[in-house]
């Protein structure tokens, strides 16, 4: 029912974020030199946001331009979902004790960019 002439109106949109963070460890890295390009090691699935996630691992690259040379990393949307938005840091760690660590961010992206949408099961990035 419409509100008289005059009335006040108002509505509201609540936003919410949720964090959350997972370890996957990789127990005999140096061994995994050498699977073969786009063979990966998967982590456990993992609930954050009322999504379930994955990482994969590719230690000798996804794609044949990799060369083998680097190793990649996905976070991937392993459960039903679209157009899931999500902002995400992959830290690699250097267990050498050298202190070499790798961070990738998207959390320094720019605010109008905004966080990076996962349209489906299987989406990784």
Known sequence: MPS??????????VTQTVNGSHSFTIEGYSLTKGMGIGKHIASESFTVGGYQWAIYFYPD???PKDNSIYVSIFVALAS???DVRALFKLTLLDQSGKGKHKVHS???RALESGPYTIKYRGSMW
């Not at 008289?4 to 509201?12: D, V, Y």
């Open 80 to 82: 039903e979902g679209t």
């Open 106 to 108: 998207h959390f320094d």
């Open 4 to 13: 008289p002439a005059g009335s006040p109106t108002s509505s509201q949109s």
């Open 61 to 63: 690259g996804k794609n």
